[in-house]
């Protein structure tokens, strides 16, 4: 069983800055499997974040993500990040970590087995 946290949600400012951090546990190598986040709005589909591959490299964002987020991980903690800076309301969602049986990073949900509870994150104008 792997279960995987979230924390770090809240609210904060337009311009402002959070960071979440998702732990997991359980039985996998937590290095061999790529890690993402996605966030889902009312009334909208879940929606792809950002991604990184299981060894920490090539890191792989949505548009709307690029230049403001940072995905990052530390596979001796089991523990994927992500820094939000810039923050604007439409950033408004609850933030999911997921994990992947693939090594490398993907943005698409059905290649992620594993799924957070999820964390809200609010941004106020």
């Known amino acids: 069983q792997v279960q995987l946290v979230e924390s770090g949600g809240g609210l904060v400012l337009a311009g402002g800055s959070l960071g979440l951090s998702c732990v997991s546990s359980?039985?996998?190598?937590?290095?061999?499997?790529?890690m993402g986040w996605f966030r889902q709005s009312p009334g909208k589909e879940r929606e792809f974040v950002a991604s990184?591959?299981?060894?920490?490299?090539?890191?792989y964002y949505a548009g709307t993500a690029k230049g403001r987020f940072t995905i990052s991980r530390d596979n001796a903690k089991n523990t994927v990040y992500l820094q939000m800076n810039s923050l604007k309301p439409e950033d408004t969602a609850v933030y999911y970590c997921?994990?992947?049986?693939?090594?490398?990073?993907?943005?698409?949900?059905?290649?992620?087995?594993?799924w957070g509870q999820g964390t809200q994150v609010t941004v106020s104008s």
């Open positions: 359980g039985r996998i190598t937590f290095s061999r499997h790529a």
């Open positions: 997921a994990g992947s049986l693939l090594p490398i990073a993907n943005p698409s949900p059905r290649e992620y087995n594993y």
């Open positions: 990184i591959s299981g060894a920490g490299g090539a890191p």
